[in-house]
């Protein structure tokens, strides 16, 4: 085998962003039926344990990625207001629910973290914004609260160093008063398989899932429940 075949094949092992990104809704879609249709299925609960962990990591990379961050930013802004009736409804039976806030805010916050995070080189300061912006997640209420901020930093602070990585961003889910988050260590497994590559792009499919599939599943409950 020449070395241009060897190196075609180590391009393409391991897993893309597209195969994450699909692992994290799949993920998510069950945990979400776990809370909104099936509680008393737990075990739904802990196969979504693995979403928000892929999440925040694959943040951190298409951060890295973009060609465009006020874009990326934007993008997000828009669909944290595209969600918010979404999750309300799904998850308390409301139009409006203001004490608590979906992911998406807690990525936006995370992502514009990150943004100043590389435009600062004190530490002092970096630690500053690193606590604001959890400050920010717990006074707007988001999901995951200033925990799910403290991961995005912990990718970012870890992106060169994989060992270390894996290491904290599983022991992250160990920081969760409830024991169901333990099982989110396992997304550092899928996460070590991540090859860089983009693989197929379905951009907007994945931002138009989240607000989707809670209308669909909040219908469901209200027909047959």
């Given at each position: 085998m020449d070395s241009t075949m060897e190196n075609v094949i180590e391009r393409k092992a391991g897993l893309t962003t597209f195969q994450l990104k699909v692992l994290a809704i799949i993920s998510m879609l069950i945990d979400h039926m776990g809370v909104i249709i099936y509680p008393e299925a737990v075990w739904l609960r802990y196969v979504g344990r693995l979403a928000f962990p892929i999440f925040c990591f694959l943040l951190v990379e298409g951060y890295y990625h973009t060609r465009n961050a006020a874009k990326y930013i934007a993008r997000l802004g828009i669909f944290v207001i595209v969600s918010e009736i979404p999750f309300d409804l799904a998850f308390h039976q409301s139009l409006w629910?203001?004490?608590?806030?979906?992911?998406?805010?807690?990525?936006?916050?995370?992502?514009?973290?990150?943004?100043?995070?590389?435009?600062?080189?004190?530490?002092?300061?970096?630690?500053?914004?690193?606590?604001?912006?959890?400050?920010?997640?717990?006074?707007?209420?988001?999901?995951y609260g200033f925990r799910g901020i403290?991961?995005?930093?912990?990718?970012?602070?870890?992106r060169e160093k994989k060992a270390a990585q894996y290491l904290a961003g599983a022991a992250w889910n160990f920081l969760w008063p409830s024991r169901i988050q333990t099982v989110g260590a396992l997304a550092m497994l899928p996460v070590a398989l991540y090859n860089g590559q983009k693989g197929r792009s379905?951009?907007?499919?994945?931002?138009?899932?989240?607000?989707?599939?809670?209308?669909?599943?909040?219908?469901?409950a209200y027909i047959y429940m």
């Open positions: 629910y203001p004490e608590k806030q979906n992911v998406f805010v807690t990525l936006f916050i995370g992502l514009g973290m990150l943004w100043l995070l590389d435009r600062e080189r004190e530490i002092i300061t970096r630690a500053g914004i690193m606590i604001l912006a959890m400050w920010a997640a717990e006074f707007m209420h988001s999901d403290l991961l995005i930093a912990i990718f970012w602070m870890t379905m951009k907007y499919f994945f931002y138009v899932f989240y607000p989707l599939h809670l209308l669909l599943l909040h219908f469901l």
